[in-house]
């Protein structure tokens, strides 16, 4: 069965160009109607393909319906491949929910299960989504910090092992993949310290389009270097909620009696579009959509 028939970009397409060419694809989380439209209008701008991804926590918090509606809204008015894609996806049964309300690309995280556990858990979301024209992100090894409710010791975070990682995504058939290199969610204590020897390798083994979590704070050489090694998708959240919350504390430190949500909303989205924007550059997808 071929593509699905939605506004959605292609994951699997917008990836594969990027591991080809060069570049890496931003996924920008959203938490609201603003951040949806600070990202969408500056992939427009930028002429660049992007990723809108929905954690699990996002999606309680705004309602799988309006993260539907809201992502096809933004793709049905965009001239640029937008897609709408779960992050992070915990179980079977979010994966059909997800499905359900026009997500056509998902992460089905198992890198908490052992790896039979993991393979069998991915293979299960591949076998339903493929035939749907749906894309699938696996993760292997963990990533440190806090994502939402999950929270994981730095120092206990797993880095992935190349020959698992080879196993992994020969028998599941992710069409793109996580491997654990030592990046985390949240703001890093220290320099980051990326196991670039063990992404080559996965690279090598794999031969699909490598997925960077925890974007946030990986200074732009390790970046670049990243994306030379196969990482054609990279995370990024943390950054934009602190240049959001950034502005409009200033807003409410310097003026106490504001209380229109617009004015304070709107200078949120504009910190955004500027830290999309800064990381679409980076990243290389200017000017690729």
């Not at 701008?45 to 933004?74: C, D």
């Not at 915990?90 to 790896?115: A, E, N, Q, W």
Request: hydrophobic share 40%; with cysteine.
């Amino acid at each position: 069965m071929g593509e699905i028939l939605l506004p959605f970009g292609s994951f699997k397409a917008a990836l594969e160009d990027g591991f080809k060419n060069g570049y890496a694809v931003g996924q920008f989380n959203i938490n609201n109607l603003e951040w949806t439209q600070a990202i969408v209008e500056v992939a427009n701008e930028e002429n660049s393909p992007v990723i809108l991804g929905a954690s699990e926590g996002a999606i309680k918090y705004m309602g799988i319906e309006y993260v539907g509606a809201i992502a096809k809204a933004a793709a049905d008015m965009s001239k640029v491949p937008i897609i709408l894609h779960l992050d992070h996806g915990s179980s079977y049964d979010m994966i059909l929910k997800c499905i359900r309300y026009g997500f056509t690309s998902v992460m089905i995280d198992g890198s908490h299960y052992p790896l039979e556990e993991n393979i069998a858990l991915t293979k299960k979301v591949v076998e339903a989504c493929h035939p749907l024209g749906i894309h699938v992100e696996g993760e292997l090894g963990r990533i440190g910090g806090v994502e939402d409710d999950l929270t994981v010791d730095a120092r206990e975070a797993a880095l992935v092992r190349p020959e698992e990682a080879e196993r992994f995504v020969k028998e599941t058939g992710v069409d793109a993949f996580a491997p654990a290199i030592g990046s985390q969610h949240g703001h890093y204590k220290g320099k980051p310290n990326l196991a670039f020897d063990r992404l080559e390798k996965v690279r090598d083994l794999t031969g699909i389009p490598l997925v960077l979590h925890g974007g946030t704070g990986i200074p732009d050489e390790d970046i670049r270097h990243a994306i030379s090694l196969g990482v054609a998708k990279i995370n990024v959240n943390t950054e934009n909620q602190s240049a959001f919350t950034n502005v409009i504390r200033e807003i409410f430190d310097r003026d106490k009696e504001v209380y229109d949500p617009r004015k304070y909303l709107g200078p949120g989205r504009a910190a955004i579009k500027d830290a999309v924007r800064a990381k679409i550059r980076l990243f290389g997808s200017a000017g690729r959509a």
